[in-house]
């Protein structure tokens, strides 16, 4: 049974980095059938993908226009994670944040339980 | 972009009646559509992909049909746990992988 555990703190400064992880259970982050993904929710953005991370034989990343010079998606082998970075926050950035696993056969399939992220001083 | 539109915003149904829920794109993406369940405080959960394959453990109440640019989603007779909000997502054009606004299905 493959579960996504999120951890990372709820509040953020702005101008600070906010940083999730995500750790993977029942799968690895190296699977050569699956991406890693990283997707908000927030009542202005609704549903929102982020970036993704995957292994094909290297490592490929792909990011959202809308945050693309502020993002990084990082995966750690050793710890069987994936991580999120996002700089430069702005109470824009605030919302619930998830990580997703999507197979290549399927579509998000599994989910993290959320992380509630506020960005305020 | 792709752009994903579902009808209606909000569908008030009784229990044990169906209920469709339809997803439009503004482009074709074949087959490539996930519809999503979302309960309060909850994570989405994936219902349907493919367009119309059930996901591991989703009753046979919910089916999904449609291809290219019109989608639904049906709920043959809903059960209490059934009210919830639901999201399409296109993956044909992914990344990035498009949602729709979503779909409140509410107790009448």
């Known amino acids: 049974q493959v579960q996504?555990?999120?951890s990372g703190p709820g509040l953020v400064k702005p101008s600070q980095t906010l940083s999730l992880t995500c750790a993977i259970s029942g799968d690895s982050v190296s699977s050569n059938s699956a991406s890693w993904n990283w997707i908000r929710q927030s009542p202005s953005r609704g549903l929102e993908w982020l970036g993704r991370t995957y292994y094909r034989s290297k490592w490929?990343?792909?990011y959202a226009v809308s945050v693309k010079s502020r993002i990084t998606i990082n995966a750690d082998t050793s710890k069987n994670q994936f991580s999120l970075q996002l700089n430069s926050v702005t109470p824009?950035?605030?919302?619930?944040y998830y990580c997703a696993r999507k197979h290549i056969s399927s579509a998000l399939d599994i989910w993290g339980q959320g992380t509630m992220v506020t960005v305020s001083s | 972009e792709i752009v994903m539109t579902q009808s209606?915003?909000?569908l008030s149904v009784s229990p044990g009646e169906r209920a469709t829920l339809s997803c439009r794109a503004s482009q074709s993406v074949s087959s490539n559509l996930a519809w999503y369940q979302q309960k309060p405080g909850q994570a989405p959960r994936l219902l349907i992909y493919g367009a119309s394959t059930r996901a591991t453990g989703i009753p046979a109440r919910f089916s999904g049909s449609g291809s290219g640019t019109e989608f639904t989603v049906t709920i043959s007779s809903l059960q209490?746990?059934?009210?919830?909000v639901y999201y399409c997502q296109q993956y044909n054009n992914w990344p990035p992988g498009t949602f729709g606004q979503g779909t409140k299905v509410e107790i009448k």
């Open chain 1, 4 to 6: 996504l555990q999120q």
């Open chain 1, 60 to 62: 490929y990343n792909n």
């Open chain 1, 92 to 96: 824009e950035d605030t919302a619930v």
């Open chain 2, 8 to 10: 209606p915003a909000t």
């Open chain 2, 80 to 84: 209490s746990e059934d009210f919830a």
